[in-house]
């Protein structure tokens, strides 16, 4: 017995050593990031919950009554705008009471003053303080040592409309004394002011977006049809924090829900449809996006009832910054807090909305001491500390050491990150990116393939084929004129072979030749295609054989693009719809061009249609090759010459066909225009009637399996 459980501990011990710190913990809530396709993965936690604060336990604080806004300043001091209670409280970084301000001495006002409704604070780094006294409508300035310094009021200025209520709820100050205020109700933007009160004027306003279509299309909608559609209205911020170089971050919790639905959605990374801004000094939005999605919080964000607590996008309502421009932004919807890099790109997400211990029921503002998180509760009035984990602190650190340029030290902390967690994308792309600036071009190109990365590949792929260009130069060139020769001598052979066969000879033995016959017919199509039906120098055989070379081509070329030209996995799905992109189209063609031929006097026939349509596709196939090849060697900034190629042959595809329209039919230019354009809508009849074809089978289908269930069942 007593063997018997000594190794049920010994297994016990094993099993919670085996289980990471950050997991082994019961924390009320789970910590994720997305993958490039937005599928939320689990990852290690970043913060656990530390020490919750209740003010009604502190005799010398008292409880909090909505409080609205929490600061930290010097010898993290943390300053909260008690609201409800008219106050501002001070505490110590151990949560120990340290000073009160209810009322002031304000010898403007003649004697005592006091607060109505603070609900925005900010702390310079010598500890003055700056209380945005709401319903007041003025800004209050204190001292270092918390005495009463001056009062900033509403500005007096002739841009400000004659309706304008100023009611500040929001501030920050930069090192000059120039303060930035959120003036609830505005949406004309931030108002620069000075000490003196004076306005200097908006910055930020937000600019509505919109287009020619749009507004006319507007004119016939229906009220309902309206409210559904993205709404072009400026929108007003939240709350403000200023970094140490300036630059102010802005957060607005009321832009359109459908915008943001749409942002997450597309990965619109827009500026005019992102609850958070960084701006320069003139006011220009200069924060950077490069993540794979938008930085607006949840991005798998569930539609359908509107009682769900996390029905659509995330309320951004406040921004925290910490160390090397990572900042974090406050979900309200969700009580969830999402980390992003300097770059935009998401670290992790967590919090729950709940009574839960560790999480909060109406978080109303974040904010750093140290690299510690604080986050105010407005309804329980409750201040909880989530203290950062050894994996939080690894991701601040190799941030910090790629800033730094110390690409040596960050390579070995990104593994480190990875054995953590083999889920974080953004650690495989800063794997990449410092193996990318100490010049180990390959393996940077692996580990930005495994985050999906193809702007960051693109980049590697750049180097790579540089060096590979420079040290085997005189081989790509020889391989150039190879296969420029190789062209050459091809084209040469199919005019000879055209020439030594201009007249009609036995079938026997042709294939070859009536497919070569389609290089002469991409160059002279009234020719070609008259040879083809009056001389027979091409058949249903040929044409058929040409087919299927472009459906070959085709099949090959999406499975050999190239990473950064097509970054899916070829599978059977693929091969079915390679497949169809060439047969299904032209096909359909056909079937239209004849039915109406038929009805308009066309001389020819369903063959003759077939064959010229499929000799017509001898210039996609030829570029087709060339593009894939190419492909495979050209950077992102570069793919624009494949679209522009291939759009080439498809339109070269197109004239070809419609030049032997009007030479098998017999037609005029008029005619054959008239003709075509039936036959293109031709096939947009056919294709909806096959795919309403298809829908009654299924229904049908569907139909007959239920019966033949329900009859299983009952026997």
Known sequence: MAKRLASACICLLIVISAVPPALAVDVPYYTYTYSNNGTALISPHAYLPGRLYDGRFDEAAGGFSKPSDIAVGPENRMYIADSGNDRVVILNEDFTFYHEIRDFYNEGAGGADAFSNPEGLFVDGEGKLY???????????????LSF???IRQPDAEVLPENFIYRPSALAVNRAEHIYVVSKSTIMGILELDVHSEFYGFIGAQRTRGNIWSIFWRNFMTAEQKARTFRNIPSEYNSLVIDQQGFLYATTSTIYWGNLYYAAMNKDKSSHLSPVKRFNPTGIDVMVRNGVFPTLGEIDIPLGDVRNPVYGPSVIADVALTDHGIFSLLDTRRNKIFTYTNQGELLYAFGLKSRQDGNTLAATAIVYMGHDLLVLDKDTGY???????????????VIGLFENRNYERSVSLWKDILEDNGNLDIAYVGFGKSLLLDGKYAEAMDMFKSAGSVEQYSNAFKEYRKEFVEKNLGWILLAILAALAAVMLFFRFCKKVNDENKKPKARIGRLGKEMAFSMHVIFHPFDGFWDIKHEKRGSFVSATAIMALSIIVNVLSSASRGYIRYQRTFSASSLFTALLQVFLPYIVFCIANWCLTTLMNGEGTMKDIYTVVCYAQAPIIIITVLTTVAGNFL????????GFFEGLAFLWTLILIFFGMITVHNYTLPKNIIVTVFSLGGMVLILFLGVLFFDVIQ??????????????FRL
């Open 131 to 145: 209380v945005a006294d709401t319903d007041n409508a003025r800004i209050v300035m204190f001292n270092a040592d």
């Open 149 to 151: 310094r001056g009062i």
């Open 383 to 397: 201040i909880q500390k989530y203290d950062q984990t050894e994996y939080g602190a690894k991701l601040f650190e």
């Open 635 to 642: 950077i992102m900034e570069e793919m624009f010459l494949i």
């Open 699 to 712: 229904i049908m289908y569907s139909y007959f399996r239920n019966i033949y269930q329900e009859i299983a």
